[in-house]
């Protein structure tokens, strides 16, 4: 039982370079979050989902896309990156919305 | 929008001392609300969940309190060991399945 993994762990981006970023869960959640932590600032919400074939915006949306095809799977994509977007981005997933949420290790992106 | 505070940003603490770290915010409309810990380098792990009917939650040496109508929670720890160093993080769920996270205390217990 693995968790929460995401993939990759660490990635350097060039200015307006595009990437995803794929989060995978095995316990069958149906909750699936995208945070991005910046120092001092805490965690914000990117980007969440309710189940399979959804998603929804959450606190900082702009300049990024979500896809949920699968119901393990939790796909972030940044189309054009900009030196804005350097952070450490976590997912997360919960059976639902009253549940702990269970957290992966983090992406730590770059972009320069 | 919700707003959440956590103070202090950083404490510095002897072993075996009781201590309370603090989460306020600025929304009373929660629908629940998670402290977390985090170590350096390393993803969140959950440590109490208290619903917006419940006062309270405790696991092992830890205890989280919740005043929603004066937008509190507290998390104490009692009897602090070097292992409990870390940041500890409050978030607060609304009612529209989004969260919003302080920028957590981080704690130093020194042997």
Redesign the interface.
């Known amino acids: 039982n693995a968790g929460v993994t995401q993939t990759p762990k660490f990635r350097v981006l060039k200015t307006g370079q595009s990437m995803t970023l794929l989060c995978a869960q095995d316990m069958n959640h149906e909750y699936m979050y995208w945070y991005r932590q910046d120092p001092g600032m805490g965690l914000r919400l990117i980007h969440y989902s309710v189940g399979e074939g959804t998603t929804a915006k959450g606190e900082v949306p702009d300049g990024y896309n979500v896809s949920r095809l699968k119901k393990q799977n939790f796909l972030l994509g940044l189309e054009s990156a900009a030196p804005s977007q350097t952070s450490v981005y976590f997912c997360a997933s919960s059976h639902n919305f009253v549940d702990t949420q269970y957290f992966g290790p983090g992406t730590r992106l770059t972009v320069l | 929008k919700q707003e959440?505070t956590q103070i202090p940003a950083a404490l510095s603490v002897p072993e075996g001392e009781n201590l309370v770290l603090n989460c306020s915010f600025t929304d009373s409309a929660i629908?629940?609300l998670?402290w977390?810990r985090q170590d350096p380098?390393?993803?969140?792990?959950?440590l109490l969940?208290i619903?917006s009917s419940q006062r309270e939650q405790t696991s092992g040496r830890l205890n989280a309190s919740l005043d929603k109508s004066s937008g509190r929670s507290t998390l104490y720890i009692a009897a602090s060991q070097p292992g409990d160093s870390a940041t500890y993080?409050c978030?607060v769920?609304d009612n529209f399945?989004?969260?919003?996270?302080?920028?957590?205390t981080k704690l130093n217990v020194k042997p």
């Open positions: 959440v629908y629940n998670q977390f380098g390393k993803g969140l792990t959950s969940l619903q993080l978030a769920g399945n989004k969260f919003y996270f302080g920028s957590g």
